[in-house]
Each structure stands twice: as C-alpha cells, then as structure tokens.
C-alpha cells in the first residue's frame, strides 16, 4: 500500500450481496428494497466474518473443498473460495474474518529517531526501521487469529501433520518453562 493513500482504508473489496437464491426469512419485496440502498461501512466485516466452513465439493467435475458460511451448501450457494487441496481452504477460512476488519495497526509515514511508530489503536507498541505496510497488515492478521479460536484451529488443520506434531513440541517446551520460572519465582527466599 502506498504511505500516501488512507489507512484506514481496506483493500479487500466486499463482494455484492448474495439476497437471492439463498434461504432468508425476509420476504423477496423487502430484500429488493434492501437491494437499493448503499452498503454500511461495516458491511465489509459482515461479509468477511462468516464463520466459514469447509466442505468437500465438485466445480465442474474437479474434486476438491469449498469455503461456505456455516449455513450454507455448495448444491445451492456459490463458495466464497474453492480449492483443490483442503490446506489452502482451511487457511482461506481462517484470515477471510480478518479481512473485513478495521486495522487493528498503523505505522507513521514519517520516522523519528527510533524509527516509524507501529500503533496499535492509536497506542505506541513499537518502531518500525523503515515504512512497511506489509508487515502492518501481516500483524493485523495475527492479531485476528489469536483472537479468534476457531481461525487459529482452522489454521493448524491446514499444517501438515509433522507441523503439528513440532508444534506440539515447542508449546510444550514453552509452557513447561513457563511453569518452572513461575515456581522460581514463588519459591520463599532463604
């Protein structure tokens, strides 16, 4: 993203509503008139929030997964993403939530001596070496995931089975010596 343009601005564009075809409790006359107004600003988040689910699905006689609202069903609505591999699906439903989100960071345009400011709502967390808004939004996805429960797991089912078993590992190592530093820490002095 060019430093230059607004950042608060997303770059994932909402996709139009789906009103038709899908079951709804509002009746069709009410759904048209819904049709001719503009979209909220947070129709976005709404669009992106779900919560996604995979499910095995044909397109065009190629097996593959498909990413669907948990209400829906590949026979009757269109997929918000199809794969071939099951990995690329899960990853896909666990960062689309993140996508329609506010920012959850900003880095100044401008550095200072410690760098350019990383901002997380407004609040200094850190300095930046030089303007990276990848970076910026590769935190924003992050924090989305260790938010979301079910956008963390999504994401380590579509890790390989030796990812996960290392992975195992480590939080185990960590939180074992978590645990030791802690009693350290309670243990009386002599």
Same mark, same amino acid.
């Given at each position: 993203m060019d430093p230059t343009t607004n950042a608060g601005t997303s770059t994932?564009? $909402?996709a139009p509503p789906r009103r038709r075809g899908t079951p709804n409790a509002f009746r069709a006359g009410f759904l048209a008139? @819904?049709?001719?107004h503009d979209e909220p600003g947070s129709a976005s988040e709404a669009e992106s929030d779900g919560p996604w689910v995979v499910v095995e699905?044909?397109?065009?006689d190629e097996p593959g997964f498909a990413v669907l609202r948990q209400w829906e069903h590949p026979a009757r609505d269109d997929p918000r993403a199809w794969f071939k591999r099951r990995?690329?699906?899960l990853v896909t439903?666990?960062?689309?939530p993140a996508l329609g989100k506010e920012p959850w960071f900003q880095? $100044?345009?401008g550095a200072g001596p410690n760098g350019h400011r990383l901002e997380q709502r407004g609040e200094l967390?850190?300095? @930046?070496a030089i303007?990276?808004?990848?970076?910026?939004d590769a935190l924003h996805i992050a924090e989305c995931l260790i938010r979301s429960p079910a956008g963390l797991a999504n994401l380590l089912l579509g890790a390989s089975p030796l990812a996960l078993a290392l992975i195992g590992a480590i939080l185990d190592r960590h939180v074992a010596a978590e645990r030791h530093l802690s009693a350290e820490r309670q243990a009386p002095r002599p």
């Open positions: 994932a564009s $909402a008139r @819904l049709d001719d699905s044909d397109l065009q990995e690329l699906a439903a666990a960062l689309l880095v $100044a345009f967390v850190g300095y @930046l303007y990276d808004d990848r970076l910026r």
